[in-house]
């Protein structure tokens, strides 16, 4: 079993930081290979904000691009999304998201972390 455990979300003002991490754990894959942040404002679809390739090839959501930073740090399977200049709009449940490499490839979605922004 593969379990995705999400942290560092919060309540922020307009125009704050924080940064959310990621972890993997599980003893059946063998290796991650895409990792990404997903978000959903109530009512609305989730959407992709940012994802990142095994070697480190990036993709973000146009809102995102020059705010947030997704990293990865493979020997800790961990994933982390920095993100700066928030605004109201960014105010959403975020979602980790792993594609690992068992006896086939499985897609893997934590939990959730609540991020809100005030204005």
């Known amino acids: 079993q593969v379990q995705l455990v999400e942290s560092g979300g919060g309540l922020v003002q307009a125009g704050g930081s924080l940064r959310l991490s990621c972890a993997v754990s599980?003893?059946?894959?063998?290796?991650?290979?895409?990792m990404g942040w997903y978000r959903q404002a109530p009512g609305q679809q989730r959407e992709l904000v940012a994802e990142?390739?095994?070697?480190?090839?990036?993709n973000y959501q146009d809102s995102a691009k020059g705010r947030f930073t997704i990293s990865r740090d493979n020997a800790k399977n961990t994933v982390y999304l920095q993100m700066n200049s928030l605004k109201p709009e960014d105010t959403a449940v975020y979602y980790c998201n792993a594609v690992v490499s068992a006896a086939s490839f499985i897609s893997v979605w934590g939990q959730g972390t609540q991020v809100t922004v005030s204005s």
């Open positions: 990142i390739t095994s070697g480190g090839s990036t």
């Open positions: 599980g003893s059946i894959f063998i290796s991650i290979n895409a």
